[in-house]
């Protein structure tokens, strides 16, 4: 998946050791704010020094995070964990537009009245025939 949007947020560098493998790991998080009537953020983790050091993310920059979403369990909860792994400058990538709550709103000034019957009617308006007496084409 992907999302452009501005960094808002740079959380502090976590590290240690695996008690399991004995290697030693960092992560990092960060927080995107996507543009739109509604903006919305998301936070995401990178995983190792060598990519953190590698994509280099700077407050108030433009992105696109490449990103997967797995979930995972822990004292009966459920967490979702968001891992970038690709992240993209200077371009803008084709994400699919995020769907709107709402219909947009429109300023009454600028919308031509409608009658509100007309805009709900799943028909169009019956129409007069144009002279009298027109016969209809149909056979009942």
């Known amino acids: ?30 927080v995107i704010e ?3 009537q509604y903006p919305r953020k998301m936070m995401f ?13 700077q407050p108030g920059e433009e992105i696109t995070v490449q990103f997967d979403i797995d979930a995972r369990e822990y004292n009966g909860r ?13 371009q803008v ?3 699919v537009p995020a769907a709107t709550p709402f ?12 009658p509100a019957a007309a805009a709900t009617a799943p ?6 025939p144009a002279e009298e007496g027109a016969a209809d084409d149909l056979p009942f």
């Open 1 to 30: 998946m992907d999302l452009t949007g501005k960094v808002i947020a740079i959380m502090e560098a976590r590290g240690g050791v695996s008690a399991r493998t004995g290697n030693s790991w960092m992560t990092q998080e960060y």
């Open 34 to 36: 996507m543009p739109g």
């Open 45 to 57: 983790n990178i995983f190792g020094e060598d990519r953190i050091k590698q994509f280099n993310i």
């Open 78 to 90: 459920w967490y979702n964990d968001i891992r970038a792994y690709n992240i993209i400058r200077g």
């Open 93 to 95: 990538a084709q994400a």
């Open 103 to 114: 219909p947009p709103q429109q300023d009454a000034a600028a919308a031509p009245a409608q």
């Open 123 to 128: 028909f169009p308006p019956t129409q007069e």
